[in-house]
């Protein structure tokens, strides 16, 4: 029987068996871990207007209204906002935000397309999923040659109302992106806003009513007085109810913006229905450059799907290499077809379609008469 040589050479043997011992002597007596250092805090409350701090290192926050604003309410916008978590210790969502503000976090160098984009988190209205759909949204963009900035809008849960104080918040967001624009390196004709679920609901009124907003910001004065909230382009994903739920109605603006929509469909219906009913009413409209895509599998944010279904994870995710985990890339090839990716800046090709498109008829007027006319 031939003999191993390791066993052969007692000296060398007994070499890696006090190396062994010194090792396991050695993590027995390690010192404990200290506490992550990656968690942000809230800012402190004081007696004045509450200042909010960065989620992503680097990042530029700015409240969105003067602290007299009457869109504020004066008895609460000192409270501190509270941050919680879904998988502790790491920041999942922030509540109670009396004073709404954006973060800024600009493109990568050189990468700089000059466009930007405005992170609208769901949460049902109740919190602000700033984690997933925002922190971790934001280097997607960045890398991409497109800044990124989270907005922490005004909640149901806190007494406001989403349909107009949460619209307000995001198109009050897009005001304070534009006139910053120049010492950000953004073009001022690049600004889109992406919202999430909840966060979509706020787009979904932002890409409709900036008209009405502008001229109640005209009359109050101020430095944004004559800044367009109007965005340049939307994204809604598996948005919530819009204005055209259940057969409802809204004016739609002769410029609105070109939009782009996705959810899950088998897995996620019910916001697969909603993104349908606001893809139907801006394409009958004659919009230009609506684009929707709804995936087979898929499973909304904080939903339990059934067996076999991807994970029910927020914002961008690979959700199980299922289609819809590539969404964010569709986007940002829909972002490079509209000519928003391009640098140097010039019109895109979205501003020009919306530009020629601006007496445009109904499509779906159109066929309605040419249908009465066969008859």
């Known amino acids: 029987m031939r003999v191993p040589t390791l066993f052969r050479r007692p000296a060398l ?120 759909e925002g922190a971790d949204v934001v280097p997607f963009f960045t890398r991409r040659g497109i800044s990124a900035i989270i907005l922490r809008n005004r909640l149901r849960s806190d007494g406001y109302e989403p349909k107009t104080d949460g619209v307000y918040d995001l198109q009050q967001a897009i005001k304070v992106v534009r006139a910053y624009a120049g010492e950000w390196g953004i073009d001022p004709h690049r600004i889109g806003v992406v919202g999430f679920s909840a966060g979509a609901e706020l787009v979904a009124g932002a890409s409709l009513f900036y008209e009405a907003f502008d001229v109640a910001g005209a009359e109050a004065g101020g430095p944004l007085a004559a800044v367009s909230s109007r965005p340049d382009f939307a994204g809604l994903v598996y948005p919530g109810p819009s204005p055209f739920f259940n057969g409802g109605t809204a004016e739609i603006p002769r410029d609105a913006p070109p939009s782009f929509i996705t959810s899950p469909g088998w897995g996620d219906w019910i916001h697969a229905l909603w993104a349908t009913e606001y893809f139907t009413a801006l394409l009958n409209d004659g919009v230009p450059n609506v684009e929707m895509h709804i995936y087979a599998r898929g499973v909304h944010p904080g939903d339990r799907g059934q067996e076999g279904q991807a994970p029910a994870t927020a914002g961008i995710s690979s959700r199980d290499g299922v289609g ?50 066969r008859r």
Do not use: C
């Open 13 to 132: 043997l007994s070499v890696l068996l006090i190396v062994l011992v010194s090792w396991i002597a050695a993590a027995e007596s390690l010192p404990p871990l200290p506490a992550p250092q990656d968690v942000p805090q809230p800012g402190p409350q004081t007696d004045g207007p509450y200042q909010p701090t960065a989620i992503v290192p680097g990042g530029v926050v700015v409240t969105l209204y003067p602290p007299d604003s009457p869109y504020l309410n004066a008895e609460r916008i000192h409270e501190a906002e509270t941050y919680g978590s879904y998988s502790p210790p790491h920041l999942g969502y922030i509540v109670n935000i009396h004073n709404p503000s954006i973060e800024f976090h600009a493109a990568k160098g050189a990468l700089n397309t000059g466009t930007a984009v405005i992170l609208a988190a769901g949460g049902g209205h109740n919190t602000l999923g700033v984690a997933g």
């Open 324 to 373: 819809f985990g590539s969404w964010e890339e569709r986007f940002v090839h829909w972002l490079d077809d509209l000519g928003f990716m391009t640098k140097g800046g010039g019109e895109t090709r979205a501003a020009m379609d919306v530009k020629v498109q601006l007496d445009r008829e109904s499509p779906y007027d159109v066929l309605q008469r040419r249908l009465a006319e």
